[in-house]
């Protein structure tokens, strides 16, 4: 009795498991370079922040996945814009009862570095990474065509 009893709890914890990794993983949409992308990103925008003083940026899921849906629908415009950043912060500020929201685009960048770099070239994007902010979400998605949508979305909880 007690082997029938071992072996039904392994098997359910296997399939808990198993389960888990496939539905708790992040979007199959996303490919692996796509999340390292995102993961450099984020390296580098706390290796700037650190270097002036300020504190790294912890994720949050609410923001990352504002920012996926916002590069889809740019990919789907064919252009990169700020169009419904309202309702993105508003989302933000009634869910995650965010203080401050901040957002950074681009596209055509080939790699995190080449994104970072433009954005801390652009006052307005350097504001946003070297801002009062405490998370952040960060998506960069490939098109047909080869080219990379990127969006940051800043957030102080």
Do not use: P
Not at 24 to 48: A, F, G, P, R, Y
Not at 51 to 61: A, D, P, R
Not at 95 to 120: F, I, P, Y
């Amino acid at each position: 009795m007690k082997k029938i009893l071992l072996k039904a709890g392994l098997a359910l914890a296997f399939f808990t498991i198993l389960t888990c990794n496939t539905a708790c993983s992040k979007d199959d949409s996303t490919t692996d370079v796509e999340m390292e992308i995102t993961t450099n990103i984020l390296q580098l925008v706390n290796e700037h922040r650190l270097s002036i003083g300020k504190q790294v940026l912890e994720t949050n899921t609410l923001a990352e996945d504002l920012a996926e849906e916002h590069n889809i629908f740019m990919i789907s415009q064919g252009e990169i814009s700020h169009e419904n950043f309202d309702d993105r912060a508003d989302r933000l500020f009634d869910e995650e009862n965010a203080k401050g929201v901040g957002e950074n685009v681009a596209a055509k960048q080939k790699s995190a570095e080449d994104v970072m770099t433009a954005w801390l070239d652009s006052k307005g994007h350097r504001d946003n990474i070297e801002g009062d902010f405490t998370h952040i979400g960060i998506s960069a998605i490939q098109n047909n065509e080869g080219y990379y949508y990127y969006t940051q979305i800043f957030l102080k909880k």
